[in-house]
């Protein structure tokens, strides 16, 4: 089945761009997703990229698939405090989504 | 209101225990999902239903049980509960495969639930 893997934490200095980076193992997976979690609530959807797609970008958020690697990263600009949480990978599998182990992103000032 | 919920939010209890947990969603989805969280583990896929009537398991099923008593409720249960199944757990709800949907999950707040 499939297998999504990410890092388990990743510090940055407020002001830098923060890179996650993910691996999935399902070539068929349709969609990727970028969920975060905050501090003791629930994953919320951060971005999405379909199958057929290179790039993504929203506003601070950029997402890069390259399929041929299996490979899926999201770029955060100009990272705040704000943007600590655990952020998971997660990819489409044959009607399921399956979800990385989330890295935390921690903010040093 | 939130749209997905959850209850208990938090429940300790002894080995050996039955328990269930509850979600009922006001979204109108056809699918809900039981995952549970662990540190370093990320979320791993208990049970999944895609309408009243079909029930399937995902990745870690023993130990656990499902009811889908209504398309609004899914409700979990662990029939002797041990330690390992300390976790948080969440519930889950999308609106299906059609041609506009992404497939992305709406989560609700979650239920930790602590075995001894």
């Known amino acids: 089945g499939e297998d999504v893997e990410q890092s388990l934490f990743l510090s940055v200095r407020e002001g830098d761009s923060s890179v996650i980076n993910c691996t999935y193992t399902?070539?068929?997976?349709?969609?990727l997703y970028w969920y975060k979690q905050e501090p003791g609530a629930g994953l919320q959807l951060l971005t999405y990229?379909?199958?057929?797609?290179d790039m993504k970008q929203d506003q601070r958020l950029t997402v890069l698939l390259n399929k041929k690697d299996k490979h899926l990263s999201l770029r955060i600009a100009d990272t705040q405090t704000g943007d600590s949480a655990i952020y998971f990978c997660?990819?489409?599998?044959?009607?399921?989504?399956?979800f990385g182990s989330g890295t935390r992103l921690s903010i040093r000032p | 209101d939130a749209d997905v919920t959850q209850t208990p939010r938090n429940r300790i209890t002894k080995t050996g225990k039955r328990i269930m947990l509850e979600c009922s969603q006001t979204?109108?989805?056809?699918?809900m999902y039981w995952y549970r969280q662990d540190p370093g583990l990320g979320l791993r896929l208990i049970y999944y239903?895609?309408?009243?009537?079909?029930?399937n398991k995902g990745e870690i099923s023993d130990g656990y049980s499902v009811s889908r008593q209504a398309q609004a409720k899914f409700s979990l249960s662990l029939e002797s509960a041990i330690p390992n199944q300390t976790a948080l757990y969440f519930c889950?709800?999308?609106?299906?495969?059609?041609?506009?949907?992404?497939?992305?999950?709406?989560f609700g707040e979650g239920s930790r639930l602590t075995v001894l």
């Open positions: 979204k109108g989805h056809d699918r």
């Open positions: 239903s895609f309408d009243v009537k079909d029930i």
């Open positions: 990229i379909f199958s057929n797609m």
């Open positions: 889950a709800t999308s609106g299906g495969q059609d041609a506009l949907d992404t497939g992305e999950l709406f």
């Open positions: 997660a990819a489409s599998s044959a009607s399921k989504i399956i």
């Open positions: 399902d070539s068929s997976s349709t969609y």
